[in-house]
């Protein structure tokens, strides 16, 4: 047989995937993946429950429905203050994930440049190499994640076609603060190029922080590609719906990819998250409040074992420096080691990295019941007593 294509079958099988199968073949806990335990809200789950049952059931339109695209005009205008045209500048898609890679087939071709941030979700890079795009990297570092201004000025060239930012960040749980957005968002104007912000977390939101879109900057309203998730908004990942805010020729580009990857999202999960964006604030705020105590309860079991747990501004992630328990192996040797030994699984923070990554942390998903939380917590502490 000739061989497959080349930058993807050097690639193998997600981390995520990986980590999730250990840990069923383990029985252990699983703080790996980044899922919550939970159901999700009964009124959304109700509401995909209604439109299964009396409303159509075939291909709605490619764009998405009207209703949720309306929601999430209207929802950009309720928390950023954006003024969105539901009918030209917001398409639904499966998930983020499809919306990323839409964007990224849609925009990229052989010859540009992507400004990327290491650490990176998994999608990333994969999606930018096969656009025949090359990827140039910029880290932040643990423990503070800091973007570095320099190098990332010395990452751009003419041939920069597009930033990837991911804020809240995965697997960092960084919130990128103003002034970082503003030096991003200068470069991307000085070198003109699009942004795409994936705000897949915008939600989850800890210690009083607020989440900037990018898009909300001077001048990235015709630059910025909002994503956002529904499967993190309403806490039901299996939901793949997703959705891009762009300007309407950028959105027009994006959507001649989406209708050649899937074209559309099943229609009853559509009109449920219509439905959630309109929930009350209160739903909103309670997301970020009931996690970050979630995390606090992680970060103070992981600390009395003796790791030292980063800190977590956002998302479903934290990160813990587990060198202070004497372990010497590397970060997937201990992801491994605790899932087998100590029954709680967790995933190896170099995976995040295209090559040579920071090998010492373990990335421990903190969206669960608070006793399966404590429970996880008592393994750990048992095993490294
Ligand atoms: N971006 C980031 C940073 C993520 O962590 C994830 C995973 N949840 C996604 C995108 C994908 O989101 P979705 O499940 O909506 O495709
Ligand atoms: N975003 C999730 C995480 O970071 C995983 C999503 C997936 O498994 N593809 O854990």
Redo the contacts with the bound molecule.
């Keep these: 047989m000739k061989a497959a294509n080349s930058i993807l079958s050097g690639y193998g099988t997600t981390v995520f995937e990986v980590m999730s199968q250990l840990a069923i073949e383990h029985q252990s806990i699983n703080l790996g993946q980044?899922f919550p335990d939970g159901n999700g809200p009964d009124d959304v789950r109700q509401a995909a429950h209604d439109a299964l049952e009396n409303a159509p059931n075939q291909y709605p339109p490619m764009m998405g429905v009207p209703e949720l695209r309306q929601a999430v005009a209207e929802h950009g205008k309720r928390f950023y203050g954006l003024e969105v045209d539901w009918a030209s500048e917001v398409m639904v898609t499966?998930?983020?994930?499809?919306a990323?890679a839409a964007c990224i087939l849609g925009l990229l071709e052989p010859g540009d440049e992507a400004v990327l941030i290491e650490p990176l979700?998994d999608?990333y890079l994969p999606m930018i190499r096969r656009a025949g795009a090359t990827p140039k990297l910029v880290r932040v570092k643990p423990p503070h994640w800091d973007l570095p201004r320099e190098e990332l000025a010395a990452a751009f060239s003419a041939r920069t076609k597009l930033v990837l930012l991911?804020s809240p960040?995965?697997p960092a749980g960084k919130v990128f603060s103003r002034q970082e957005l503003m030096v991003l968002a200068e470069l991307a104007e000085e070198h003109d190029c699009y942004v795409i912000c994936?705000e897949?977390?915008e939600h989850l939101v800890f210690d009083g922080l607020e989440h900037l879109p990018l898009m909300t900057l001077p001048g990235m309203r015709q630059r910025a590609l909002k994503?956002g998730?529904?499967?993190?908004t309403f806490a039901m990942?299996g939901w793949?719906?997703?959705y891009v805010t762009a300007a309407p020729e950028i959105l027009a580009t994006v959507a001649r990819a989406h209708q050649f990857l899937v074209f559309t999202t099943p229609p009853n999960l559509q009109r449920a998250v219509a439905y959630g964006l309109t929930k009350e604030d209160a739903y909103f705020a309670a997301l970020g409040s009931e996690l970050a105590a979630k995390r606090d309860l992680m970060r103070d079991g992981l600390s009395r074992i003796g790791f030292e747990a980063m800190d977590c501004q956002g998302?479903y992630f934290i990160n813990a420096d587990f060198r202070g328990l004497g372990f010497t192996g590397s970060d997937e040797d201990f992801c491994r080691h605790i899932t087998v030994e100590a029954g709680v699984t967790a995933v190896p923070v170099s995976a995040f990295y295209a090559a040579d990554g920071v090998d010492y942390l373990a990335r421990f998903c903190f969206c669960k019941e608070d006793a399966l939380l404590e429970e996880a917590i008592d393994r750990l502490a048992r095993h490294f007593g």
């Design positions: 980044g499966s998930g983020a994930t499809e990323l979700y999608c991911n960040m995965n994936d897949a977390y994503i998730s529904a499967g993190k990942t793949k719906v997703g998302t």
